[in-house]
T-cell receptor, first 117, second 113 residues
């Protein structure tokens, strides 16, 4: 069965420093997608970045990059030059069987990131 | 462009009362639709998903039900709320033929008292 693990319940980082949020996953499927979402205190879920299991290069979106290590089944999120507005809950997620119309996304338990000024 | 609307934003309901949360999507057709629940400070738990009108799959046995009366409308219901039904409910949609991510609604914060 698919599973997402985020081992860091909370993190404190100084503003302008880079931060890495850990995520490991477990799946028996060869085709899957990995996602990161940001949830500020307002509750909305904001999509940040996506990595497909067959993508050879790590995904990047502005200050966000995904450190994808397929053999280790890890998909860590790296935020460069952190900003106060980055303070939020961050969820790692996975979608198995991406070719199936009924595939679903499961979420990890999240990491609460707090940026110190 | 596609948009997703979810209401109400907040709701306080007494134990034993009924519930109806509505979610609608605009700007697309044949979407996959999802209901998630998030307990305070926790991750998201998938409750129901739908790949078409009248097609509902339940992930977790519970006091809730879902319906999809129209292609772009997804409703979460309960006949009698329990205290344990309190939480943050999120509706989401995705393209049926894509392995991409979901777009979420703004959520409903439900407190059962």
């Amino acid at each position: 069965a698919q599973k997402i693990t985020q081992t860091q319940p909370g993190m404190f980082v100084q503003e302008k420093e880079a931060v890495t949020l850990d995520c490991t996953y477990d799946t028996s499927d060869q085709s899957y997608g990995l996602f990161w979402y940001k949830q500020p205190s307002s509750g909305e879920m904001i999509f940040l970045i996506y990595q497909g299991s067959y993508d050879e290069q790590n995904a990047t979106e502005g200050r966000y990059s995904l450190n994808f290590q397929k053999a280790r089944k890890s998909a860590n999120l790296v935020i460069s030059a952190s900003q106060l507005g980055d303070s939020a809950m961050y969820f790692c997620a996975m979608r198995e069987g991406v070719r199936s119309s009924a595939s679903k996304i499961i979420f990890g338990s999240g990491t609460r990131l707090s940026i110190r000024p | 462009s596609q948009t997703i609307h979810q209401w109400p934003a907040t709701l306080v309901q007494p134990v034993g009362s009924p519930l109806s949360l509505e979610c609608t999507v605009e700007g697309t057709s044949n979407p996959n639709l999802y209901w998630y629940r998030q307990a305070a400070g926790r991750g998201l738990q998938l409750l129901f998903y739908s790949v078409g009108i009248g097609q509902i799959s339940s992930e977790v046995p519970q006091n809730l039900s879902a319906s999809r009366p129209q292609d772009r409308q997804f409703i979460l219901s309960s006949k009698k709320l329990l205290l344990s039904d309190s939480g943050f409910y999120l509706c989401a949609w995705s393209q049926r033929t894509s392995g991409g991510g979901y777009t979420f609604g703004s959520g409903t914060r439900l407190t059962v008292v």
